[in-house]
DNA sequence: TTGAAAGCGGTACCAA
DNA sequence: TTGGTACCGCTTTCAA
């Protein structure tokens, strides 16, 4: 591999101006100027980005922190972060955090100590001290599903509530009359931002029932369990509003096992919009701008890494509501 | 942050030994030792990963390449890898190669730029070249699901030829007596020896019929053509086997939409076992050890980057028939 | 057993 | 406009 000595021998230039023409830094004279790139094209010269850093530029990486790839709402998220990183020359490091601080704080120290020039975190378990404390490391950090108002952080969140409202509307809509929601882990905040939407609409026809609402876990598996219990507690329910769409399929699982007709017997819908939901019969949902969502968060934390102007604060983006089978006869 | 330099002149000693401490390499005093490792303590010390590398160190970083992760499959390959890799203090860049060989190409340009130390490669369409000319570079590669058996390459695979042997066998136990194959991609090795088993059985049974098989794409929607394809020949299938999952999703759908009921009129096995098969009726297929691939992969990348014996063979890895309801009455 | 110093491949300040 | 050169933080001979 080439190095800038190199071209700087070829082209009878010192390193100082082959350094100034890559970066388009400083004066460089025209005939100068072409005679480094005629150089650095016939070594097939490319900088290199360790050096680089090194000597105190960025890296070209960020990272993304997830907290579970395997959540089929994360590949969304990291395909469109990891496009939108390349396309702009960057590298992405994928981590995952299990929700375990531990590990996350073990991410954070070999972020750092690869001079990382950026992270999305769509982890709900960091705290915001954490990301104060890269920034002052002058790491770039962008928040994705969670949100620290009383803080400097840039933070992009789904409108959870408004979605959440427009979920139970549809099935009000629709004809249903016992409407239940499968919440997300409440210690999650955009769980508790859906089922304040669920509870406002239930309030305001006066169908609240602490009884018709029960917590899973974002997974199949808990949604399949929370279904279970409210159709031991209300059978007549006939209208379910899952807090994503993995619990949805799982309701939509004990509902089949139960003897329930979807969309017949009970309408369903789940939230995210994640493409897998298409089982049978198709999921209506909220879908979340969960590719913009990505590009956004990298375009974003781009510009903090330019020392672009940004403002700190939490954007909201629109949900759909996607109007599919199991809310329609 | 603390450098080397700190350190050494709080120990009292050069940075040459603080070197040695950390690397464990050439002598060093106990009592040195100690009064460095103590040094390092105090100023809670971590060495930088950008400067080892650049001073000819490894950067403690591999690449995942796949065609793109959003294919459910991937995440699960990369949540093992990732978690192999951390453990063993490596991180992971995700890359997806869209099957685009300009984009491949890319992303090695990238890599090799970065002094990764390693790539895993699950894209179907790299050259064999392409990795022989990184392990020229020192940059240790493993393949997986693909092989290149004249090349010094390591590769890992499932028994797909096999796989597809017990697929098909198993939809015969089952009492159909028309099965389609719904294949993947032809340009794509797994999708041949697939379609081979399945040639294999159907041919010993004398059921074989180039009709009874159509080409998909590995995506649901692919499955969802080809299925109905099938069907408009032989609307008598009674037993499907598909190239993976994904298109049984996809063949799920068509033949629910054709009125044939799963698994009473038609049995439907797929290939992969990613978790997102649980859909209803929950889906039977043959399951690769995709966790253990990724797992075994970055430990076979690491035995190549320390220079550890390694045999540059393709690895084969058992599958299992998993039974579910798509094939049980 | 330890230290001095020459890189690794760039960047950027200061002179010329 | 250019060039010289001191770093960035660490590894690795080579001598002492």
Do not use: W
Request: proline share 5%.
């Amino acid at each position: 591999m080439a190095t800038i000595r190199d071209v700087s021998k070829l082209a009878n230039v010192s390193v100082a101006t082959v350094s100034r023409v890559i970066n388009q830094s400083g004066y460089v004279n025209e005939v100068t100027e072409k005679a480094v790139r005629q150089a650095m094209e016939t070594l097939s010269y490319v900088p290199s980005d360790m050096a680089r850093s090194l000597a105190g530029k960025k890296s070209a990486t960020i990272a993304l922190i997830v907290p579970d790839i395997l959540n089929p709402f994360f590949p969304e998220l990291a395909r469109a972060v990891e496009d939108a990183a390349h396309q702009l020359g960057y590298t992405v490091i994928l981590c995952n955090s299990d929700h375990d601080p531990e590990k996350e704080r073990n991410y954070f120290g070999m972020l750092k100590n690869k001079r990382i020039d950026g992270i999305i975190v769509a982890s709900y378990t960091i705290h915001p001290q954490q990301l104060l404390e890269l920034q002052r490391q002058s790491i770039a950090a962008v928040v994705i599903d969670n949100h620290f108002p009383s803080h400097p952080i840039l933070a992009l969140q789904s409108k959870n509530r408004e979605g959440a409202v427009m979920a139970v509307r549809h099935l009000l809509d629709r004809g249903c009359t016992t409407i239940a929601h499968i919440s997300g882990p409440l210690e999650i905040l955009p769980s508790r931002e859906r089922l304040l939407g669920y509870e406002l609409v239930m309030r305001e026809h006066g169908m609240f029932a602490p009884s018709l609402i029960a917590e899973g876990d974002f997974h199949v598996e808990g949604g399949y369990r929370a279904m279970q219990e409210l159709l031991k507690l209300h059978p007549d329910i006939d209208g379910v509003f899952a807090g994503n769409d993995l619990m949805a399929i799982g309701a939509l699982k004990a509902l089949y096992i139960a003897g329930k007709a979807v969309p017949q017997d009970v309408k369903l819908i789940g939230f995210d919009g994640i493409a897998l939901a298409t089982v049978v019969p198709e999921l209506s949902t909220i879908a979340q701008p969960i590719a913009e969502m990505g590009k956004l968060a990298t375009h974003y934390l781009m510009r903090q890494i330019r020392n672009e102007p940004v403002e700190c604060k939490t954007h909201e983006l629109d949900v759909r509501l996607l109007v599919r089978q199991s809310t329609t006869d």
